[in-house]
């Protein structure tokens, strides 16, 4: 089963507006971790924000921000006032429990989400 | 700030050469991650250093190894390699639970 999923394969915004980027996720571990990532058709991978399994409030990080809603298991990124540079790959991904001790785990990705902004 | 290199950035091998990859983490940060991007693909995990000792091993070909030496710098080295390793790699760093990625390293195998 797809730990993360991201059932929008593309989404398309207006300059100036706001967006709304699906992603759910599965697992049965109490600790774990949410990110969102950026991937310019340049390739490099950009991290935009993060949200812990524990923390209680949405994080927000400029003009990103998530909505973690846990008992639906649903993390959906939120981009206000969308610009031109925000044309990308968005990538899902979460972090479950850790590596042992004091080290984190690996990140599981979902298939991404192809963001192209008009102007 | 610092943010994590990687080299070389491209790299073209041919069929059952050698590649070797190098990273070399943000200062400060105690674990190392690789990662694999097929094209159009999401990044696959392959293997994890905390401390310069392997922590996590993903999916990883028995013909790749990786290491992690004492300044923290990490290498994969690739051997045998085939044309399905054309790939972008990544190395990433983290001191607590956030990943900073570096740019790749985009590996073409002819």
């Known amino acids: 089963a797809q730990k993360i999923t991201q059932t929008q394969p593309g989404m398309f915004v207006q300059e100036k507006e706001a967006v709304t980027l699906d992603c759910t996720y599965d697992?049965?571990?109490?600790?774990?971790?949410l990110f969102w990532y950026k991937q310019p058709s340049s390739g490099e991978m950009i991290f935009l924000i993060y949200?812990?399994?524990?923390?209680?409030q949405n994080a927000t990080e400029g003009r990103y921000s998530l909505n973690f809603q846990k008992a639906r298991k649903s993390a959906n990124l939120v981009i206000s006032a969308s610009q031109l540079g925000d044309s990308a790959m968005y990538f899902c991904a979460m972090r479950e429990g850790d590596a042992g001790g004091t080290s984190y785990g690996k990140l599981t990705f979902g298939q991404g989400t192809i963001l192209t902004v008009h102007p | 700030a610092a943010g994590v290199i990687q080299s070389p950035r491209h790299l073209i091998k041919e069929k059952r050469e050698t590649a070797t990859l190098k990273c070399y983490p943000i200062p400060r940060h105690d674990t190392v991650y690789w990662y694999q991007q097929g094209p159009g693909q999401d990044p696959q995990f392959l293997i994890s250093?905390?401390?310069?000792?392997?922590?996590d091993k993903g999916s990883i070909p028995d013909r790749f190894s990786a290491q992690q030496f004492s300044d923290y710098h990490s290498e994969l080295n690739m051997s045998s390699l085939e044309l399905g390793d054309s790939a972008l790699y990544f190395c990433?760093?983290?001191?607590?639970?956030?990943?900073?990625f570096g740019p790749g390293t985009r590996l073409t195998v002819l």
């Open positions: 990433a760093s983290s001191w607590g639970d956030t990943q900073y």
């Open positions: 250093f905390y401390e310069k000792m392997q922590s």
């Open positions: 949200q812990g399994s524990y923390d209680q």
């Open positions: 697992t049965s571990d109490p600790s774990y971790g």
